[in-house]
């Protein structure tokens, strides 16, 4: 997931330095969703191993 946010967000990039700011604009929001659902789901990972242990 986090590959697939790096991408959108090289996509942006490209976008913004050809002048196509809508998509540009549209790639950097996939792009931070995303990024946000990549660490919400980390840390949801992390919390829940320390919960139940190490085993």
Do not use: D, E, N
Not at 10 to 24: N, Q, R
Not at 44 to 51: D, G, M, P, S, Y
């Amino acid at each position: 997931m986090l590959y697939w946010a790096l991408m959108f967000f090289v996509i942006a990039l490209v976008a913004a330095v050809f002048g196509f700011s809508g998509i540009a604009s549209a790639s950097a929001g996939i792009a931070q969703i995303l990024f946000v659902l990549f660490a919400v789901l980390f840390a949801a990972t992390l919390v829940l191993r320390f919960v139940r242990g190490r085993s």
